[in-house]
C-alpha cells in the first residue's frame, strides 16, 4: 500500500470519526441553546450512532414538540434504547412516562399507563444504588402500584434511598415505622440488612 493510499484511507478515518463526534456535540450544545429544530439533524445522527446522549434528547424532543411534531413511538424508541444501555436519565423520563401514562399533570396520548414497566426501570437503576430510583420502589411498594402493598419492603427500599442522600425518603421509612407491627418491623430490618449488602452504595444503618 503507497503512501498516498494510507493516506487517503486515514484521512476518511478521521473524517468520520471527527463527524460522528461533532454531531453528538452539536446536538448537545443547539440543545441547550433551545435551538430544536437545528437541534435534530445532529441528534438524530448521534442518536444512529449509539451516542446515549443524543439519545435521551432526541427522546425528548419528539415528546415535547420541539423541532419536531410530538411522537409518542419515537420516544419510547430513542429513551428506551438509552435505558437499556443504563443510562440513568433515560431511565428516569421513561419509567416516569410509564408510571403516570404521560405526566404528573395527566395523560397523554400515546402513553398507557403501566406499573410494572415503570417499575422494572426503576428497579435495574436502583440495585445499581440509584437513591431517586430506590424512593420509587418505595413509593410503589407503599400505594401497592403493580405489586401488592408492601410496607416491610417500602421501608427497606426508603432506608436505602435515604442513606444515599434522598431526603424525601427518610419521610416514607419513618411513615411506614410508624403502621408496621412490632413482627413486620423485625422482618423489615432484616430486608434493610440484606438490601444493604446488595444495593446500597453505603453502608446502611436500621
Known amino acids: 500500500m503507497n503512501r498516498l493510499t494510507l493516506t487517503l484511507i486515514l484521512g476518511i478515518f478521521l473524517s468520520s470519526t471527527v463527524s460522528a463526534e461533532s454531531a453528538a456535540s452539536l446536538c448537545n450544545r443547539l440543545f441547550d441553546d433551545a435551538s430544536y429544530s437545528e437541534a435534530v439533524t445532529p441528534c438524530s445522527s448521534a442518536a444512529e450512532e449509539g451516542d446515549l446522549n443524543a439519545q435521551t434528547i432526541l427522546g425528548e ?7 419536531v411534531a410530538v411522537d409518542a413511538v419515537q420516544s419510547a424508541r430513542w429513551w428506551g434504547e438509552a435505558a437499556a444501555r443504563g443510562y440513568l436519565p433515560a431511565q428516569n423520563l421513561l419509567a416516569l412516562k410509564y408510571y403516570y401514562g ?3 399533570f395527566g395523560p397523554e396520548e400515546g402513553w398507557k399507563q403501566d406499573y410494572n414497566k415503570a417499575m422494572e426501570i ?6 445499581q444504588g440509584e437513591p431517586t430510583s430506590q424512593f420509587m420502589l418505595g413509593e410503589m411498594y407503599k400505594l401497592g402500584q403493580g405489586v401488592a402493598r408492601d410496607p416491610e ?24 415505622s410508624r403502621i408496621m407491627t412490632p413482627q413486620q418491623k423485625q422482618q423489615a430490618r432484616q430486608l434493610l440488612e ?11 444503618s436500621q
Open 122 to 127: 426503576w428497579r435495574s437503576s436502583a440495585e
Open 61 to 67: 424532543l419528539y415528546d415535547s414538540s420541539n423541532g
Open 102 to 104: 404521560g405526566t404528573v
Open 153 to 176: 419492603t417500602a421501608y427497606a427500599w426508603f432506608m436505602i434511598s435515604s442513606q444515599g442522600g434522598y431526603k424525601l425518603a427518610t419521610d416514607g421509612a419513618m411513615e411506614m
Open 194 to 204: 440484606d438490601y444493604s449488602l446488595l444495593f446500597s452504595k453505603k453502608p446502611v
